[in-house]
């Protein structure tokens, strides 16, 4: 038994009209943001023991600091990576956490280097790591809808 397919001009689809489906292209860049923000969650958690903090009363501020945002940030990332559908609203808690993670040093005054200065620089690089996350997704989202076929 041999497969015949059709040569006929009216059968082949112009390059135009092929456009992916929304979602399995979506699908992928919910992959590239959950997994950076599920380890972003673990790093937050695990930096009181890989930077060494001293047992001051700022650096366990700031670790405390660390690990309510690193909950949050695991949390949606496991969300990304589980649910279909992920809007606005989580591009928005993730650049949250990162604008905060950038501001916490002096909000919550571990800024200096002798009380807990690792954890200011590791506090600035993350939460510019989440804006960045942010970003590119918010952006992503938007061309996914601007592509999406009509």
Known sequence: MALL????????????RIVPPRHLWWADQREAV???LILIGVWLYATIAVLDYPMTYQAQEAH????MVGIVVLLNGIARLARTKTGRASDVVVGLS????????WAVGYSHYSEAGQ????D????????????????ALTVSERTRPR
């Open 34 to 36: 959950g997994y950076p």
């Open 64 to 67: 405390l600091n660390e690990i």
């Open 119 to 122: 954890a200011a620089v590791a």
């Open 5 to 16: 397919t059709s040569t006929r001009t009216r059968d082949v689809v112009p390059w135009e």
């Open 124 to 139: 600035w690089v993350t939460g510019g790591l989440l804006i960045l996350l942010a970003v590119y997704s918010s952006v």
């Open 98 to 105: 990162g604008v905060w993670l950038v501001v916490a040093p």
